[in-house]
Structure formats: C-alpha cells, structure tokens
C-alpha cells in the first residue's frame, strides 16, 4: 500500500507526535509548517493524502485546501478544533473529503487515513449507470454521453455507493459507514456537504436534482436510469 | 298664580326638557348594571337570563376593551357629557329666565285691560238698571231675556276693544244654581266651556275677587288651540245676579319669542358641546400622542431594539418625558451593552481556551496512547500509570468537550438542525450503547411505548446526546434495578421519560440537578467519570429544540426525567403526554415517604385509587424484578392485585400514537387508569417543573 501522506501543521509538537505514530502504521510522513509553502510541498511530494490543519500561519487551511483540490483529487483530511458547523462545513466545502477533531485518538487518525486510501486498492472491473451517467469502476471514470466528468476520489465513491444499489435509499448514517469508514454514527453534514458538491458537477440543474436523489427525512438514492 | 304658572306652562317645557335627562339617568343606571352584572358576567338569575345577557355581551365585548385600552376616547366622551350636562342646566335656567320676563310684562297688561273691563262691566249694568228705571217698571216675565240682549251687547262692546287681542267670554255663575237660564256668551269663537278651567270658575264661585290661571283657548271654528292667560271675576248683570265675566289673553306672540328662544339655544349649545368634544380630541391627542409614542419605543426597546429613541420637540412636560425617557434608554442600552461586551468577552475567552488547549491535548493524548500501547514491556508501576493516564485523558476530553458545548450554547452559537426522525431509533441506538454500563451494573434497560413511530421535527444528535445522558445517568444512579425508558406522543407534542428506582432525588433537587457541576453527593463514588455538565447541556438541547427537560425524584423512590419535544419545530408546547411524576411514585400508590400507607387503608380501599394504581404499574411496565417487587407488596398488603407487577406485565400499553383516534370503551379497570394518564396531553404540572419550560 502506498502511504505517503503530507503533514500539514505549525505546531511543531503535534507535527512530530503525528509523525511517531503514521511512521509506527506503516506511512511515509513528510512534513511543511506554513500554508505558503504547502502547495509547492504538495507538488514536489506528491502524496496519497494530505493532513491539514485549517489554522495556519500564512495561507490558512481553507485556502490550501482550495489549492489543492484545484489541481488533484487527492484526499484531504482536515484536523480543526473547532467542530463548529460553519468552520467545518467551509473546510468540506472548499474540497477537504474528511475531517477530524482535535483532540483525536491515533487510531482514530489512522482509521481514517486508511479508509482514504483503501480505494486506492485496485477495484474489479465494473461498468454502472444511474440516471444518464455511465460509471467505469476500474477505470475510475465518469462519462456523460462520452464526455468524461471529473469527480475526486471521494466523490466516485459516493457516487459508486449510490449506483450499485439503485433500489436502495442510503441513510446518511450508512453512507458515513460505506463511502468514509466510519463505525459508528457521525456527522452527517460530511455526507450533506458532499452530496451538494457531487450534484454540482454531475447534475444538470443541481436545484432539481436527478442523479442523486434527496428522500426526505430518510436520505438518498440513485435517481431513475 | 304661583301654583298654577308652575303646572302648566313651565310644565310643558318640563317634560320636553327633561327627556335628555332622564335619559342620562337611565343612562348611567344602565352602566351601572352593566358593570355590576353585565360585564363581569355576575348575573345571578335563571339559566336562559344568563343566556340573554351572554348574547347581549358578546357585542358589547369589544366597545368596552376600546373603552378600556383608549384614554383619548375616555376624555371625549366624558367632556361630552358633561359639557351636555352644563349646556342643558344653562339652557333650563335662561329659558325659564326668559319666559318669566316675558309673562310679568303680559300679565301685568292683561290685567289691567282685564281690571277696566270689570269696572265697565259694572257702569254697564249700573246704566242699564238706572235705564230700566227710567223707563218704568219692567215686567218681571222677562228680565232674562233683556239681560241676555244685554249681555251679548256687553261682550261684543268689551271685546271690540281690543281687535282681537283678547276674546271675552261670559258664564252664569254656577252659584246661581243655573236657573237663570242665561247661556255663556263669548266672542271670537272661543269654546267657553272648555277653554275657561274648572278650577278658575268654582274659584270665581267663592269670592268675587278677580282671578287668574293659564289655560289653552280652543277654537270653535277649528283653529289650533293656544295657550292663554285667563282673568275672570263675578259681576253682577242688571238684575242684581251675579255672573261670570272672563277676559282670554291669547300668549301666542309670548310662545313664539320663547321658542325662538329655545331654539337658538339649542342650536348654540349643540355647538358649543361638539365643539368642545373636539377640543378634548384634540387637547388630549397632544397629550396621548406622546405617550403612545413613548409606549410604542419601550415596546421596541424590550424587544431588543435599543438604539429607539423619542423625538423630543419644545420644552414642556411631555418634551421632558421624552428626554428622560431618551435618558433611561441610553443608560439601559449602555449597561446591556457593558454587559454583553463583557459576557462576550468571557464567552470568547472560555471558547478559546477550550481551543488552545486542543493542540496541545492532542500531542498528548497521542503520546498516552502511544505509551499505552506498549505498556506491556512496561514495569508494572509504570504500566499502571501509563493506564490512568490514558484514562483521566479521557475525562479531560470529555470535560473539555462539554466546557465548549456549554459555551457554545452561552454564546448563543448552538444551531438546530432539525429534520423528522423517529424517535424510536433514536432511543434503540442509545439503550444499545448504555448495554455495555447497564450489564455492568446489573440493570435491565427496557422500552415502553415503542409499537407505533414516534416521529418529531428535531436534531438527531442533540436528541441522541440528552437520551444518552439520561440513561446513563438513570442506569448509574439506578442501584442495579431496572430502568425503564417511556415514549409517547400527543397532541402537538412527544415525550421520552427515563424512569429509574435508585436513589431518588432529595426536595429541591429536581431543579438542581440541571446545573452546572452540580453533583447530588460529593461525597458519592463516580465509576463513569461525568463532567458534571451533562445536564446542563442537556437542558440547552431541549430548549433549543422549544422543548422541555423536567426531573421529578423522591428520595429513595427513584427519579424520572422528562423530555418534551415539540412535534413539529417552532410549534410552542402547552403539555406533555407522559406525567411528569410517574404513576408508581410513592405518592401516586398512596404511601409516604417511609414507605407506609397513606391516611390509613381508607385511602386505598377506594376505587380509584387502585385503578389508578393498576394503571400505572401497567403503563409503566413496572418491573418484573428488582426490589420494587417486595417493598410494593409488602408496603401494601391491601392494594389491588393489579397493582402488583406480576399481573400489570399483562396489559399491553396501547400504542402511544393511536390512542387519540381510538374511542373503544376501556375493557377493565386497568384500561381507564392507563387511559387516564395516556389520552391527550395533560396540563403541565406546577412546580419544579416550570423553571424549566423553554424560553
């Protein structure tokens, strides 16, 4: 499995403490104290994932986020102490797939690292539709009427989640569970967050939804193929 | 004169006049009435009398809160009646004025044309005997008729003197026993009979003084009557007899400078009240205005608004209101603004101490955890710290956790995300994650009122995060027995109530348990290490929902703790379907605090009592073990066996959401003391419980 996975962080102790304990699960930690420099560490590293405090001398974290989800889709894993709504719904808005609150346990983290990258694990080969979208699985692709459509990660995930059982109506809670590995209940704005992002790229009219579908008051589904 | 002036003439304007006044009286009795019964509805009298008067009240209803809430209305209306009041007394008093001036002047005139007619009268008959005896012996056949020529001759010659000023009109006296046949003579056309009063006549009759009295002329020819000042005397005819000799002063003229009068009068005073009630209008809107104004600001200010001022013009009273008015709300909003500077300011202090400390926390916690996981190549010393610390990191984090949730909802930062959820859920998943505590402690979690959806517009996790701290708590301060979680819903609400049989709430804690760091014994031994907040953010859960969280305890008789949400978001609560003070409380089975019956078996013979006390054992499914059992049982050797848990296991308690739409009978005894407690919403209970009603 690869493991390389970007540090994002000014606090010196908590960037070394995080360093011991991704070193101890197998991943390659590399490290940038300052959101002006984490964008040109982004590219040089290249990494699987990216762990990033949203306070952050320089570019704050909302605004890295931004950067890097413009020109990857690789995961983000943002680590705030504030699980205010509106802190975290901005920081899933501006591209980050998850996010944890300080203080997290280390499995905790590594929990969530791995449910990041588990996708990365080669998937068999699978072609889906839902509404007039034509998924590739192993190709990680996404095409309407040939035109191909640019989801992150996490995205596809959720979207898969969704085409796969098209009869089904995914609660919010078993969306956490299928598409960001969580065990237990958490917060569903992640899933609410995300599913407004997902519908603003592959909806026609994202005010009236077609592809992912809102059933009040229990979740989503896959709208009609 | 005087007695009769007084009964007739004024007495006509009396009554004309004195209608308003009556009214008026009428008037005020009839407020009076309406005070006393009317409108406080204290009307003491036959069912269909109450009737009547609620129909009439119901109209009136509204007219008197106007009256009631408008000062402006109050003044005019009263200006208007009393300045009706003074125009009327003016009025009676100058027209009476007026009348009495013109009536002296006709008098006196009257009475002397009336003095000369007598005394011609009198040469008259004089001349006529010393004629007769001029012209020798008159045969006595026929002095009637001579008089009666001469009488018609006196009449005409007396009243052609006055062209019709007066009218003359002679009658036989009545003394004279009427056999002197002699017929009234009269000019004019005036009706004799009628237009000369009785009473003057049997005056004239008595004395041969002249006399006088109002009366009305009537006409003969068919004119309208008037009204007339008559002056008679007894004069004696050529023969010696006496007869009566009456001069009509018509009052025609008088009665039309009168009514003229009384008509400019009238107009004027009309004017002068109209003119008046708008002069109160107007007066008093300059004052009310203000103080509407003044109203309307202080309204706006305690609504929040406090940059509302007065607009202060001028230099009178009312501009000194508005400017200490405009002072007091300055001061107000500076002192508000003091104090939520500052409690901002210690709201913001306390938030970001929560967050600085989180960086550091987190390093920490990373590093306990790293040590923890290799504590088995520890020595045990070190490994056993290296477990506590691990352990009281936790507490720190869940201290530290509610310290900015409290501060959260301080701040008033707490959001609501409210959606339909069923309840049920909710409570499945938190009962499934106290069943690790519960089977530690021994105690069975068991949930009533769960076969129909309980379904209410409100936030999942906060629902989740109160149903966990109530259980959790009801389970550790529930000594092992069982713990019975209630749902129900009515009417525009849902409830969720925790019962417990520990040990119980002392008086006065069912309030105290709800603050912050309040802890029902220091003294006591905590095993599962609660920050002392729960509750209280608890409470800020419910409220932020619009929704009430209430305890209710007896000490040693366990506790309960009620959670009442509105059904839909926004909609305010007026009850909860599930009593606050369970049915199985020991004052509900009529026992005391000791555990012995209440008031002696007299009590609990009753029937309703026992029902109550079978319905509440079987709403609540009391347990089937635990010490409850034995202190039931023997505390009350006499109750109803329904009342026992054994057979209160039997009865199903009906599906909380159905039961309003079910009308079948009650089957048993049973049946109607659940339905007692379950049917609709009952009305919240005084108490304890009110302080903590949603805001």
């Known amino acids: ?225 | 004169m005087s007695r009769d002036s007084a009964a007739s003439a004024p007495g006509e304007s009396g009554v004309r006049s004195g209608r308003p006044v009556g009214r008026k009286m009428t008037g005020s009795r009839w407020g009076r009435f309406m005070e006393g019964g009317l409108l406080q509805g204290g009307v003491q009298g036959s069912p269909v009398l109450r009737l009547f008067m609620r129909w009439v009240r119901r109209p009136l209803l509204p007219v008197m809160r106007l009256w009631r809430r408008n000062i402006q209305l109050k003044i005019v209306v009263t200006t208007l009646l009393m300045s009706l009041g003074v125009v009327l007394l003016l009025g009676f008093v100058v027209i009476g004025q007026v009348r009495n001036g013109l009536l002296d002047a006709k008098v006196k005139a009257s009475q002397s044309q009336a003095t000369g007619g007598f005394s011609v009268a009198k040469q008259k008959a004089d001349a006529a005997v010393t004629a007769d005896g001029d012209d020798g012996s008159s045969a006595d056949g026929r002095p009637s008729k001579n008089v009666g020529q001469w009488m018609s001759d006196l009449v005409v010659s007396l009243s052609s003197g006055g062209q019709g000023a007066f009218d003359v009109v002679t009658l036989s006296s009545s003394a004279a026993g009427g056999g002197a046949g002699l017929g009234p003579r009269y000019s004019g056309d005036v009706d004799p009979t009628v237009s000369v009063p009785v009473s003057l006549r049997e005056r004239l009759d008595s004395n041969t003084l002249a006399a006088q009295s109002y009366t009305r002329v009537v006409y003969k020819d068919g004119r309208p009557s008037q009204p007339a000042l008559v002056i008679g005397k007894q004069v004696n005819d050529p023969n010696g007899d006496p007869y009566q000799l009456y001069y009509l002063f018509p009052l025609t003229q008088e009665e039309k400078s009168l009514s003229l009068v009384k008509g400019t009068l009238a107009t004027a005073g009309l004017f002068v009240v109209v003119l008046l009630g708008a002069i109160a209008w107007l007066v008093v809107r300059q004052v009310v205005t203000p103080v509407r104004m003044a109203a309307g600001i202080a309204e706006r200010l305690s609504a929040g608004r406090l940059q509302e001022r007065m607009k202060v013009t001028g230099e009178d009273d009312i501009a000194r209101l508005g400017e200490a008015f405009n002072k007091m709300a300055q001061n107000l909003q500076l002192k508000i603004q003091q104090l939520e500077d500052l409690s901002r300011m210690q709201r913001r202090f306390v938030s970001d101490v929560s967050h600085e400390l989180r960086t550091p926390l987190t390093t920490v916690r990373m590093a306990a955890d790293v040590i923890h996981e290799a504590r088995v190549d520890f020595d045990p010393v070190t490994a056993r710290s290296a477990e506590l610390l691990a352990d009281q990191l936790d507490r720190f984090e869940s201290l530290l956790a509610d310290l900015l949730e409290i501060s959260r909802f301080d701040a008033g930062a707490a959001a609501l995300e409210a959606e339909p959820i069923d309840l049920r859920e909710v409570v499945r998943r938190v009962v499934s994650g106290a069943e690790p505590l519960a089977e530690r402690k021994g105690t069975h979690i068991r949930v009533v009122g769960d076969q129909q959806p309980v379904v209410a517009e409100a936030d999942a996790r906060r629902v989740e995060r109160v149903l966990r701290n109530l259980v959790v708590n009801a389970v550790e301060h529930g000594d092992g027995k069982d713990v019975i979680v209630k749902l129900a819903s009515a009417g525009g609400a849902v409830a969720i109530a925790v019962r417990d049989y520990g040990v119980g709430l002392k008086p006065g804690e069912a309030t105290r348990v709800f603050s912050r760091f309040w802890r029902a014994d220091p003294a006591r031994a905590r095993t599962t290490g609660g920050t002392g907040l729960g509750l209280s953010i608890a409470l800020e859960d419910a409220r932020l929902h619009g929704g009430w969280l209430q305890a209710w305890g007896e000490p040693g008789g366990g506790s309960q703790f009620r959670l009442t949400l509105p059904r839909t978001a926004d909609e305010p609560l007026r009850g909860s379907p599930i009593p606050l003070e369970p049915k199985d409380s020991r004052r509900n089975r009529g026992l005391n605090d000791a555990g012995l019956p209440l008031g002696g078996s007299g009590k609990l013979a009753t029937v309703p009592v026992q029902q109550q006390a079978g319905g509440g054992s079987a709403s609540s499914a009391a347990p089937s073990r635990g010490p409850i059992v034995p202190r039931m049982a023997g505390a009350s050797p006499t109750a109803d066996p329904t009342a026992l848990p054994g057979s209160g296991s039997r009865v199903v308690p009906r599906p909380a959401g159905s039961v309003r739409r079910q009308d079948d009978a009650p089957t048993d005894g049973e049946r109607t003391g659940q339905e007692r407690g379950r049917d609709g919403v009952e009305p919240e209970e005084l108490g304890h419980g009110e302080a903590f009603r949603g805001r």
């Open chain 1, 1 to 225: 499995m690869k493991g390389r996975v970007l540090v994002v962080d000014d606090d010196t102790a908590l960037a070394e403490m995080l360093g011991i304990v991704l070193r101890g699960e197998g991943f390659e930690p590399s490290f940038v104290a300052d959101g002006d420099k984490a964008l040109a560490a982004f590219r040089e590293t290249k990494p699987d994932l990216v762990l990033l405090d949203l306070m952050l001398p320089g570019r704050d974290g909302i605004e890295v986020c931004r950067l890097i989800r413009a020109e990857s889709g690789v995961p983000i894993v943002m680590l705030t102490a504030k699980s205010d709504t509106v802190d975290v719904v901005v920081g899933l808005e501006s591209g980050a797939d998850d996010y944890i609150v300080k203080p997290f346990k280390p499995k905790e983290l590594v929990a969530r690292i791995r449910a990041r990258l588990r996708r990365s694990e080669e998937p068999a080969p699978e072609q889906l539709a839902i509404g007039d979208l034509v998924i590739d699985v192993a190709g990680h692709s996404v095409k309407r009427d040939g035109q191909s459509i640019a989801l992150t990660p996490l995205e596809f995930d959720l979207l898969v989640a969704l085409a796969r059982k098209p009869w089904q109506v995914f609660t919010r809670e078993v969306l956490l569970e299928q598409v960001w590995g969580y065990r237990h209940a958490a917060d569903t704005r992640l899933v609410n967050v995300h599913v407004q992002r997902l519908r603003s790229k592959v909806e026609k009219d994202p005010e009236r939804p077609e592809i992912v579908v809102t059933v009040r008051g229990v979740g989503y589904k896959a709208g009609p193929s």
